[in-house]
């Protein structure tokens, strides 16, 4: 195997230091102590691993390293199979060897439920999603001389890393970043930083151009003719933070949920790969209590365009409730097409206006899929509530842990765990959490 690279880049002055890893932190960064007991945080690294750093900033009691060299490797690491991922802020783990990197994914799930009070959670094994198939991404992009730099920006950086390839996209996105490439110089806004977000429907890439400057008909033109290339469904543009105009729709743009067509908004969000979905949507119906009650309703919270609602739809009526005005008209408008009278979809803030008090009367569960800062005040009303089964859908296990602590003192036991590693190399971890009021797990 190769040795790292040096990743040498703090002033000459600054003495190296040595230290030895002992574990990987919440981030994906490798941590390690000094004699004194400083903290040091070393990106790159692995337990186990003794390794020489330039330490580069400091906060508090931690300190912050570049990797200067590995002196003693872990028999985990492994060669990153991607150019690109040292420098790349996307992937911060290709450099662990698979088995134990999805351990460490399991034992973060693990360590959340503990800190909320249930360190005997059963956790199924991680699901693992494969590579290459992520159908949804943010590309930035920034003048580099006569052409654009494009792709993602370092870790904890706004530089911008000028990809040639990435091995977690999807083919049909990997082979759209050299026709943008080309593309975005010959823009009016390409003279400036901006960014390319593009969802993969079912049938094409969806494309949102965001700029720092206005189209010219040119742009309009080329824009028309680079759509028609790389087969897009449909190009949005907006200048700056303003919403989005519709440029082209060469074809009526969809994605199914539950078998069911719906045309997302541009630039919404969709669970990053197909398989992740897949496993997150079976592991949601799986939870749902057997036998069903009759005429069963169920609360589909941060709903979004109705990844669950449309899937839960075919098991009962369902209460969608999503803040994004242009999500929720997207969950309506397919419902009334597809499943009239199963659906109904309700545009409310849950952070600031939770479904509380009666308004929970009468559901078999609710599913809860916030944001990555949790959804306190919502988990509130549903612990304070007659709601006696409620599957959790977690990206973020520091929210999960807050949240589930207030279900935790409320009486709730948790039935099953299943982490998804949705986010293949990242430190992010999606998991389905199965709450129930006073029973316990099967």
């Not at 956790?123 to 693992?128: D, E, F, L, S």
């Not at 303003?242 to 060469?250: Q, V």
């Not at 609360?299 to 929720?328: K, M, R, W």
């Not at 409320?410 to 971890?429: E, Y």
Request: aromatic fraction near 6%.
């Amino acid at each position: 195997m190769r040795r790292p690279a040096s990743r040498l880049s703090a002033a000459p002055d600054v003495a190296p230091i040595a230290v030895r890893i002992d574990r990987v932190g919440h981030q994906g960064d490798g941590l390690g102590r000094l004699p004194d007991g400083t903290l040091v945080c070393v990106p790159g690294t692995l337990p186990g691993e003794y390794v020489t750093a330039v330490p580069i900033g400091s906060g508090g009691k931690l300190t912050r390293a570049t990797l200067v060299r590995v002196e003693s490797q872990s028999p985990d690491r492994v060669d990153p199979p991607c150019p690109h991922a040292h420098a790349c802020g996307g992937c911060r783990l290709q450099h662990w060897a698979e088995p134990s990197y999805l351990r460490w994914k399991a034992e973060r799930l693990h360590e959340a439920l503990s800190r909320a009070g249930y360190s005997d959670a059963p956790i199924a094994p991680v699901i693992a999603t494969p590579t290459n198939t992520r159908r949804r991404v943010d590309l930035a992009y920034a003048p580099s001389g006569a052409d654009v730099a494009l792709g993602f920006h370092v870790a904890r950086g706004r530089d911008v890393v000028n990809i040639r390839d990435c091995v977690i996209l999807h083919d049909a996105l990997r082979a759209l970043l050299d026709p943008l490439r080309r593309l975005l110089p010959s823009l009016s806004g390409g003279r400036y930083p901006g960014s390319v977000h593009i969802n993969l429907l079912d049938n094409g890439p969806d494309i949102l151009f965001r700029l720092q400057a206005a189209l010219t008909r040119k742009d309009s033109e080329r824009l028309l003719s680079f759509g028609t290339g790389v087969g897009a469904c449909r190009i949005h543009y907006a200048v700056g933070n303003a919403e989005p105009t519709l440029l082209i729709s060469l074809a009526a743009p969809f994605v199914r949920f539950g078998g069911v067509k719906v045309t997302p908004p541009p630039g919404s969000f969709l669970q990053a790969s197909r398989d992740g979905e897949r496993h997150l949507v079976q592991a949601v119906l799986d939870a749902l209590p057997s036998p069903l009650p009759k005429r069963a309703r169920f609360l589909d919270l941060f709903a979004g365009c109705g990844t669950f609602t449309f899937p839960l739809a075919a098991y009962g009526i369902v209460d969608a409730y999503e803040g994004n005005g242009p999500a929720i008209a997207a969950l309506r408008d397919a419902a009334h097409h597809a499943l009239p009278g199963r659906i109904k979809g309700h545009h409310r803030d849950l952070s600031r206006q939770p479904v509380a008090g009666r308004e929970l009367e009468g559901y078999a569960a609710a599913v809860v899929d916030p944001p990555w800062l949790g959804a306190p005040a919502q988990i509130a009303a549903l612990a304070a509530s007659s709601v006696g089964l409620i599957i959790y859908v977690s990206c973020n296990p520091a929210a999960l842990a807050t949240d589930a602590q207030t279900l935790h003192v409320a009486g709730f036991t948790v039935l099953r765990a299943t982490p998804i590693d949705q986010f293949v190399w990242s430190a992010d971890l999606e998991s389905v959490i199965v709450f129930a009021r006073g029973r316990s797990a099967r």
